[in-house]
């Protein structure tokens, strides 16, 4: 008893930690501060307020790839996720505005919700924002990007990088890069950077497409040769790609972005 005199709570070995309350018990004004405060959080919800104000504010009703991507990065987080079953409250006229938006961000729920399930396969844009939004995962991922700039370039894969490699593949929010595929969104050779990793990281042999061969045997003649089977099926590759894109960007984000998110 008195070797635990001092300690905080959290070190005493019969320590539990509280259970929050169920996100439909808790204010939306509460959820959105406590999101806006956390560093994973707040960069996803600065994103959803950037690609997403478009449909929050009536202007269309199609839910983008980039608002999607912005809700399912949101959603990964705990505070985020709570933010989408929160009660509306701070007045009637808070109340009905946060409603609204609510309602507006409807037509992403069907897509955010089956691309944030673990066992589903979705873009390396959505992964790398899925790890921004973990902070741990993110500063692995800058580490990532910083170390292995000779293999993105198609050099080599030095000790440095393979070893950020190593720590990026073993963060929880890394989980969905290991299996992300390239849809043409990102903001660079994803190509490129998927088959670099492979050969110069992982020791793959590069797969080179092979030309079917023409038959050029006379028919009748019992010289040349037969046709050829044709070119073998590539294999998928599915592997840890991504470099976390142009970090500037992340800090002009957090200076230029005004959050006035309703709910």
């Not at 070190?11 to 994973?40: F, H, I, K, W």
């Not at 840890?240 to 309703?262: A, F, H, K, M, N």
């Amino acid at each position: 008893e008195r070797s635990s005199r001092g300690l905080v709570p959290q070190l005493l070995p019969n320590y539990t930690e509280p259970q929050l309350p169920n996100a439909s018990e808790v204010g939306c004004s509460y959820a959105y501060m406590s999101c806006l405060y956390r560093d994973g959080c707040g960069l996803a919800l600065q994103q959803y307020e950037l690609t997403c104000s478009a449909l929050v504010n009536q202007l269309t009703d199609t839910c983008s790839r980039s608002c999607q991507h912005a809700l399912i990065a949101l959603v990964s987080t705990d505070e985020g996720a709570r933010m989408m079953d929160c009660r509306c409250d701070g007045g009637p006229g808070a109340e009905a505005e946060c409603e609204r938006k609510k309602r507006r961000i409807e037509p992403c729920r069907a897509a955010v919700t089956w691309q944030s399930d673990p066992s589903t396969l979705v873009s390396c844009s959505a992964a790398t924002w899925i790890c921004l939004a973990d902070p741990l995962c993110a500063k692995a991922l800058e580490y990532y990007n910083n170390n292995c700039q000779a293999m993105f370039k198609g050099r080599k894969c030095s000790r440095k990088c393979r070893n950020s490699l190593d720590i990026l593949l073993r963060q929880e929010g890394a989980h969905k890069l290991a299996t992300c595929f390239c849809d043409g969104t990102e903001e660079y050779d994803c190509a490129a950077v998927r088959e670099n990793t492979e050969v110069l990281c992982f020791g793959r042999k590069k797969k080179v497409p092979v030309e079917e061969d023409i038959d050029n045997t006379i028919e009748g003649s019992s010289s040349g040769s037969r046709g050829r089977p044709k070119r073998p099926l590539m294999m998928a590759i599915a592997s840890v790609i991504i470099s976390y894109w142009l970090p500037e960007c992340i800090q002009d984000l957090r200076s230029l972005l005004t959050i006035d998110l309703g709910f």
